[in-house]
């Protein structure tokens, strides 16, 4: 797609622009969505750059829940929303976790290659400055995106990639982090779906992110300590009289503790929905869940329990009461999730289950199951919404324990869960 005067919105000539070497948002009165995004790079060191992103659409009519329309970013219309396929050829009972939580052996997973090429542009090559780019028209939102060095056999399973220097996320020490990321505007002359939330915040107006160690009882065979990232509101003010409600964040499988506030735009959201005053000042806790292979019942809740929540309740100034405490998890989270309401939801007053639901049997007569706000959620599309979701939502209807249920247009992926997360904190 050619730049056709969106350079000189923000002040260029077509000639300075060209020697322009990160990567730009601009307002583009030739994108059919009031934006492009201008992804640049200077290498001397590559004769060939693509990038690749979680930027392709879809609309009612050409989806389900093992396809999409595929539709690319230059195809974009108003009734598109975010379909993003993982090109699996397996189905959720394949997917499940084992009986003891035994971690998902990824290697035995079937692909379809074509559906992992879906999303990648190639990038030009001015050969007088070195600077590569490739401009994409995108509406309001976040894009996860990497640029392709080499696809060996042209196979996207042995794709390398490398991220973007010009847009770093959050990494906890040496923590690889896979992906940059891109946040779009709105522009309501062309779009419906306002992301604006997802932006942030000025930096006068941003909160603060710390990575902190807290102890890990030896029993649970990860070491003594255990890494954590906790955000805290702007203001945050460990003298203040009442305590900060406080979030505890699950990501899903194979992720980290840093995936929330990269993918998931953890600080973006809570900056806006708190300096907009729809939500009071909270702090919002991640942890590594995926180094206990998601065993539940003898390591990731009683970790939880015995490790995390006391040492943040005497470091930070969050509440220890049910009511001012939240726990929320996505996909393999979301499993996770609903394990800590159906055995300890008692110290709990809102729990998100999203993507994920009941795997064992279920013990719906305990008392404090009633006294939980459960907010239930996945894409329209996504396996785990028909699999897991819908059979939830009738259990608990059945047994009689109050929840909130909100299904999002789009699949297995990071679009629905930053809406989720968003409805979620504002109810």
């Known amino acids: 797609m050619k730049l056709e005067k969106a350079y000189q919105i923000i002040g260029m000539t077509e000639e300075e622009f060209r020697y322009l070497d990160t990567t730009q948002i601009l307002e583009s009165p030739d994108s059919p969505t009031g934006y492009v995004v201008s992804f640049r790079y200077k290498s001397s060191e590559y004769k060939k750059l693509s990038v690749i992103g979680d930027w392709m659409f879809s609309d009612k009519e ?63 090559k001015d050969d007088e400055t070195d600077i590569f780019s490739c401009t994409i028209p995108l509406p309001s939102g976040t894009y996860n995106y990497r640029f392709v060095i080499d696809m060996p056999d042209g196979n996207p399973l042995k794709m390398v990639t490398m991220t973007d220097p010009s847009r770093k996320g959050y990494a906890y020490k040496n923590e690889k982090i896979q992906y940059s990321q891109i946040r779009v505007p709105f522009c309501a002359k062309y779009q419906v779906d306002d992301r604006t939330v997802e932006l942030g915040c000025d930096a006068v107006d941003r909160g603060k992110v710390r990575y902190i160690e807290y102890a890990v009882k030896k029993k649970f065979g990860v070491g003594e300590t255990q890494p954590a990232a906790v955000y805290l509101p702007k203001g945050y003010d460990e003298n203040r009289e009442k305590p900060y409600p406080v979030l505890y964040l699950s990501h899903g499988g194979s992720e980290s503790l840093s995936t929330w506030l990269n993918q998931g735009s953890v600080s973006q959201i809570m900056d806006f929905l708190i300096v907009n005053k729809k939500i009071q000042p909270t702090v919002v806790v991640m942890t590594d869940n995926s180094i206990y292979q998601w065993n539940h019942k003898e390591k990731n809740i009683p970790s939880l329990i015995e490790c995390l929540l006391p040492y943040m309740e005497k470091h930070y100034h969050v509440a220890s009461e049910p009511e001012g405490r939240a726990f929320a998890g996505l996909s393999a989270g979301g499993f996770l999730a609903f394990d800590i309401f159906e055995s300890v939801g008692y110290l709990f007053g809102n729990i998100g289950i999203w993507s994920g639901g009941r795997r064992f049997e279920a013990d719906y007569t305990k008392p404090y199951l009633k006294n939980v706000r459960v907010h239930i959620g996945a894409g329209t599309f996504d396996d785990a ?4 979701a819908q059979p939830l939502e009738q259990e608990l209807l059945e047994n009689g324990i109050p929840y909130t249920m909100d299904i999002i247009p789009g699949g297995h992926q990071w679009s629905v869960w930053r809406k989720l997360l968003e409805k979620f904190l504002s109810r």
């Open 62 to 124: 050409h989806s389900s829940f093992t396809d999409s329309g595929r539709y690319w970013p230059h195809q974009w219309k108003k009734e598109y929303f975010p379909h993003t396929l993982l090109g699996l050829k397996t189905t959720p009972k394949e997917l499940k976790n084992g009986t003891k939580g035994e971690e998902i052996d990824v290697s035995k997973f079937e692909f379809d290659l074509e559906v992992l090429k879906l999303g990648m542009y190639e990038m030009e």
């Open 385 to 388: 919404y028909r699999a897991f």
